[in-house]
Each structure stands twice: as C-alpha cells, then as structure tokens.
C-alpha cells in the first residue's frame, strides 16, 4: 500500500509520513513548509513558489496579515499542486481539509481511496463556534478564514471515502451535519516521546499551564476568569500561557494582562521542560479538533483539564485522566483546577493514568500504525 499525503502548510503530517516512511508506504509528502521529519529527498516535495513569497509575511508582519496573505495566495498552492507529476502505484489519497479538491481530482481518475484529514470539527460547527465567540467577546470581529474555504470543506467531505476524526467532538460534529457515521474514523493525534517525558514530581506551589494560541475560540476569556476563582482559593497559584495573541482577543487582552506569566513562543523542547514543572494542563476550547499538545502534556505525566470541544474526551476519562468540564462554564473549570490543586496525591495518580492513557502507545509511529490498519481495512472492502 502507498500513500500520497498534501496539504498546504505543514500541519502534522511530516509526523505522520515518517510512520508511514517506517512501513515502506510513503509514496510522497508534498507540502509547502519544509521537511522536518527526515523524510526521504525522493519522497519529498516543497511549494517553493508559495512558501517563498509568504515568507516575509510570516517573520515580519501581525498574524491577521499573514492569514489573509495565506488565503489570498492560495492560487500559487494550486498552479504549483497541478503541475506537480504523480509517483506511479498510489492506493490511497491522503489531505488535510480544505487542501484536498485538487488531489481528490487526481485520485478518482485513478482509483485512490481519499481520506480527508480534519483538523477542525464539520465547517458548519468550525464557523459557527468560532464567530460566536467573536460576536460575544469582539463584537464586529469575524473568522479569518473566507467563506469560499468553509465551502471548500463541505465539498470534500462529501467527496471523501474515509474521513479522519482527531476526537470524538470531530466525529460528533461531522455525524450531526450529515456525514455517514461509517465513513468517520476516530483516531487522537501522536506524540513525541523522545522530547516530552513525564515529570517527576507534583509541584508544591499549583502551577496550570495552557498552550496555544490567545483567543476566543480556545476558550481564554473564560480560563482567565476561572483563574481569578483559582486565585482566591490559592494566592501563589500561577497561570502559564504559551502563544500568541489573535486579534479577536483585543478587548479581552488589556483586562487580564499581567494576571499570567506569558509565553509567545517556545520551541518543543522548552515546551517539554515546562511542561514537567507544572501541577496540570488546561484546555477551555470551545472550538478544536484535537489540540496536539494534549497528547504533549499526557506524556509530561500531567492531569488535563479540558472540554469536550478541546478533544481532551478522547483520550481523558472524568475523574481518572483528569477532568472534563462543560465549555463556556469557568465556575466548573475552576472548581476542576481547585481540585486537582488541593489534593497532590490524586495530582499524581491523575497524572499517572494520563501518561499511560494518552502517550505510552500512542508515538507517532502508533498514530500511523492504525492509520495505515484503518486503509488497508477500507481498500480490501
């Protein structure tokens, strides 16, 4: 079996094609970011036209230039994707969301499974949170991402043979605006455990930390408020964000500043070290597909604290894993990091049980395994 894997950008997927390299069925990795995981040169293909003239856009300009930058130069991704000549003998088709009518065109003339990998839940559910929040938070605000994509989506997951699901929210936002339930596949994201290793010790002072970036659809507003209830139970508690702002917290942004110690980049492996020193990870998404730093913070040996919205149910089980908490609700999310930071022995069991739940098997190689399982499963059908 061999298996083209395109999008534009990066996302996860060098993670993904070096599993699928390690099996002998990589047929190629064409993106436009560069080539992070050692696949091979022969099996590799870059968009330079794309990734050359956003470059700038990336290292000099505010993000909400570069995403309308990202989409208004799209055109280049797909001259340059049409362009490109097919390796012979592909069985299976596999692109992110958004970045798979063009390879889907491609793989129904010759036959290919086309899987659709999503990132986000159902577009219908992808906007409609997100703008929510922004309607609340940031009145006048609206999603970046132009209307012309969101359709896009809809259209490949119609067209899809088998539609990849990071988490259970995915596969219910998917089954909820009609797509077959049979064609869902649920599977969490991979880790890196050679960089994220399990902690040794529960902190004696609470330390929470949450990654990613600022805004309205992961849920900030109201993890700040929750840590203003946290605060009045512990004193020295202390908040930890890493990411950048987006644009749609700007009215949010100058209430909470300085009630958190601030991140706006860490490379993988000072995420890791942090990661280690801190009581819990929380995650109060109210729109995600599954937050690849869950899985980082599983193998840190960390309690989550996240909602359904987040992923975390996936792989987080209430009460053992962790605690799952309704979105939008900071009194609960609050009442969870109390919890957890009152009590270090069930800190530590918590944390245990999320390392074996979310990370002792589940590498990047495991990812790809069940991938690879789940192809073979739908071509023999």
């Known amino acids: 079996m061999q298996v083209l894997l395109t999008s534009c950008g990066g996302w996860y997927l060098p993670h993904t094609a070096k599993g699928f390299q390690n099996r002998n069925s990589l047929a190629g990795l064409w993106i436009s970011n560069k080539n992070s995981t050692g696949v091979s040169f022969q099996k590799f293909r870059r968009c330079w036209p794309f990734h050359t003239v ?130 869902c596949f649920v599977t969490p994201f991979g880790v890196d455990t050679s960089i994220f290793k399990p902690r040794t010790s529960v902190p004696v002072v609470p330390r929470f930390v949450s990654v990613g970036t600022i805004c309205v659809r992961k849920g900030h507003q109201y993890l ?63 729109e995600e597909g599954f937050a690849r730093v869950i899985a980082e913070a599983a193998a840190a040996g960390l309690p989550i604290i996240g909602t359904h919205e987040s992923g975390a149910s996936t792989i987080i089980s209430g009460g053992i894993e962790g605690f799952i908490v309704p979105s939008r609700h900071h009194e609960k999310l609050a009442d969870a990091m109390i919890r957890i930071a009152a009590d270090p022995e069930l800190n530590r069991k918590m944390g245990d049980a999320s390392y074996q739940k979310g990370a002792a098997q589940n590498t990047w190689q495991d990812y790809s395994d069940r991938l690879l399982g789940e192809y073979q499963k739908r071509l023999s059908r």
């Not at 280049?76 to 362009?83: P, V």
């Not at 088709?93 to 009518?101: E, K, L, N, Q």
């Not at 950048?244 to 492996?269: I, V």
């Open 54 to 183: 956003m470059k700038p856009f990336f290292h000099f300009l505010p993000q909400v230039w570069t995403e309308h930058a990202f989409y208004a130069l799209f055109p280049l991704w797909k001259m340059w994707l049409k362009a490109q000549c097919w390796p012979t003998g592909v069985d299976v088709v596999h692109a992110v969301m958004g970045y798979a009518s063009e390879p889907f065109d491609v793989a129904e003339k010759i036959g290919a499974l086309k899987v659709i990998d999503c990132q986000n839940s159902h577009p219908t559910s992808y906007y409609g949170y997100w703008q929510r929040e922004c309607d609340l938070w940031c009145p006048g605000e609206k999603v970046p991402i132009p209307q012309w994509m969101f359709a896009r989506m809809n259209r490949e997951l119609e067209r899809a043979d088998l539609v990849l699901c990071p988490s259970t929210f995915v596969r219910d936002t998917m089954v909820q605006n009609g797509i077959p339930p049979e064609k």
């Open 224 to 286: 700040f408020r929750a840590f203003e209830l946290v605060k009045q139970k512990f004193p020295d508690a202390e908040l930890i964000c890493a990411g950048n702002y987006k644009s749609d917290f700007q009215r949010e942004q100058k209430r909470w500043a300085g009630t958190f110690t601030h991140y706006p980049h860490l490379s993988h492996s000072d995420l890791a070290k942090l990661l280690q020193t801190c009581s819990a990870f929380v995650l109060a998404s109210v």
